[in-house]
């Protein structure tokens, strides 16, 4: 027989066996493998299931939820790329509504009715909404530039009538100065039409809408704050709207200075008697509702307000989409590369799914606490301080996370001042038995520590 020729191989029961074993584990092992999932996968997976459990199943019918979906076009008011945002756009409300989502969108192009693509984008919006029976709003803060011109008046209350007969209403909120703070904000132009027929506009078509003011209190003219308070409660009063219907703001930034703190606990003062003795007429129980239950202006009640989340940073209640590029973002003023947490997924015309980017700063800055934050930890003001925005703290002390020293100041000079004037006009007592333990706990310390007499 030719040794070169060999019959079939033959091996025995046992090797049998043991081959049989080695090739199952080595298949398994392979099945393993191929399952295991990159890093990026991994990520992709976090990100996915922390926006579905934190954000998408509350914009489901009967789903209860305070989060919203901001959309805007990012850093800046000019786009130059309208074509491209309408069409992220598009995909976008599609997205939303195959997955049957209906949040309420924040609506941040800038000053929204100053560029056509305001008006196109919020027509669309309104219009697949409607098409894809979503039931929701929008909500657009805009310095009312727009009344400046007639034929964009025209432009804009035609789309409020057409956002309510399509059941998606707009609501704005007129964001400027007042009388005497308008130099806050100059115009860009030769003269300063800002007269009292100027005004007088702003105040009618709030009027005719039901839309409240939302000025801000800057430092520069903190010093004409009380005269500019009741020129706006004389412009209410003309035009038979409730005085509550103005709410204030101080601006939170590096600029507050000793004088400026001293002008500002001085304004808290006088609202604090101006609230208790004209509006109320000095009844204890009307003044513990207006703070307490009618919002109190914002600014004297917002020390003693709760909310669901860990933090009153709005970043936590809404997901901010730069349509340009379809990016997930903390917030406008956040819209730099180091900061973008993720990217929607595109494939087709279609969005299929979301990428992420950054999920260390996406879940960092939703389930942060700002009572834990850097200094507040033991801050005896952590639960009466309304805090910063994550963006300003960004902008002025480079880290998102750090307060502004200067804030802190304003915060501690504001409680400083509400507790004062609360004792002097004898009302601490009907505010505080209706405050939250924390609150209480906070207002005892610093009861006993400033104001021993």
């Known amino acids: 027989m030719n040794s070169s020729k060999r019959g079939p191989c033959l091996i025995s029961a046992k090797n049998a066996t043991i081959y049989k074993k080695s090739t199952a584990a080595i298949i398994y092992q392979s099945k393993q493998f191929l399952a295991m999932k990159t890093f990026n996968e991994e990520n992709n997976a976090l990100v996915n299931s922390f926006f579905k459990h934190t954000f998408f199943e509350g914009w489901k019918d009967g789903a209860p939820s305070f989060n919203g979906l901001g959309v805007g076009i990012g850093i800046g008011t000019v786009c130059n790329r309208p074509k491209t945002v309408l069409a992220n756009l598009s995909m976008l409300l599609d997205w939303l509504i195959k997955n049957k989502y209906k949040p309420e969108i924040d609506f941040s192009f800038g000053e929204s009715f100053t560029q056509e693509l305001g008006f196109q984008s919020l027509k669309l919006i309104i219009d697949r909404f409607k098409k894809g029976g979503v039931k929701s709003k929008i909500n657009i803060s805009t310095n009312y530039t727009f009344l400046k011109s007639k034929e964009k008046m025209k432009g804009v209350e035609n789309l409020l009538k057409y956002s309510r007969k399509m059941k998606v209403p707009i609501y704005l909120s007129a964001s400027f100065d007042g009388k005497y703070c308008k130099k806050i904000h100059p115009l860009k132009i030769d003269k300063d039409l800002r007269n009292d027929k100027y005004y007088d506009e ?21 010093n004409k704050w009380k005269e500019n308070f009741l020129w706006f409660q004389r412009k209410l009063k003309n035009f038979d709207m409730p005085c509550w219907n103005i709410h204030l703001s101080e601006a939170r930034n590096e600029k507050w200075n000793s004088s400026q703190l001293k002008d500002f606990m001085d304004f808290i003062d006088f609202l604090m008697e101006w609230t208790y003795r004209i509006p109320c007429q000095s009844d204890k129980k009307c003044f513990a509702e207006a703070v307490l239950l009618k ?8 020390p003693f307000s709760t909310n669901d989340r860990k933090s009153d940073c709005l970043t936590q209640a809404t997901i901010q989409v730069i349509l340009e590029d379809l990016i997930i973002v903390p917030c406008h003023k956040m819209a730099y590369a180091p900061f973008i947490e993720a990217k929607f997924k595109v494939r087709n015309n279609k969005i299929v799914g979301i990428e992420s980017n950054n999920p260390e700063m996406l879940i960092g800055r939703n389930s942060f606490k700002d009572t834990a934050m850097p200094h507040c930890e033991t801050c005896l003001l952590k639960y009466l301080c309304q805090k910063d925005c994550l963006g300003s703290q960004l902008e002025t002390t480079g880290d998102p996370f750090s307060p502004i020293p200067t804030v802190c100041k304003l915060e501690h000079a504001k409680v400083y001042s509400l507790i004062k004037a609360l004792k002097k006009f004898d009302l601490y007592n009907i505010i505080y038995s209706r405050l939250s333990p924390n609150h209480k706990h906070s207002l005892d310390i610093i009861k006993e520590l400033l104001l021993k007499k």
């Open 202 to 222: 702003y105040f009618a078509f709030n009027k005719r809408w039901g839309f409240e003011f939302r000025p801000m209190i800057y430092p520069q003219f903190i």
């Open 295 to 302: 919002g109190g202006f914002n600014i004297l009640s917002n």
